[in-house]
Nanobody, 116 residues
Framework: QVQVVESGGGLVQPGGSLRLSCAAS????????WGWYRQAPGKQREMVAV???????NYGNSVKGRFTISGDSARNTVYLQMNNLKPEDTGGYSC??????????WGEGTQGTVSS
């Protein structure tokens, strides 16, 4: 009954912005740790941003200062604001949740492409 659905991907120019959303159902916001991960073709999946149930955040080194993760408990949704995008940010972005009662779940992902 737990579902994780991402949205907000697309094609942007270098220097542009995207805002990704991760909406979860079947869970309570405060019972989740949340994360965004990405994978480019031919590369390993990497952690982009994490927000814990207590509000602590962490970011991958390559996105620090450019990306911001935040949550809306009323909507049971976490966002990833991506600014000053670079071509190397291109990849499939997937949302992950770890629920204290129900375990871990992945969304199917949303594609972000940065190209001129």
């Amino acid at each position: 009954q737990v579902q994780v659905v991402e949205s907000g991907g697309g094609l942007v120019q270098p220097g542009g912005s995207l805002r990704l959303s991760c909406a979860a159902s079947g869970t309570r916001f405060s019972d989740n740790n949340w994360g965004w991960y990405r994978q480019a073709p031919g590369k390993q999946r990497e952690m982009v941003a994490v927000i814990l149930s207590g509000g602590e955040t962490n970011y991958g080194n390559s996105v620090k200062g450019r990306f911001t993760i935040s949550g809306d408990s009323a909507r049971n949704t976490v966002y990833l604001q991506m600014n000053n995008l670079k071509p190397e940010d291109t990849g499939g972005y997937s949302c992950y949740i770890n629920n204290v009662h129900k375990g871990s779940y992945w969304g199917e992902g949303t594609q972000g492409t940065v190209s001129s």
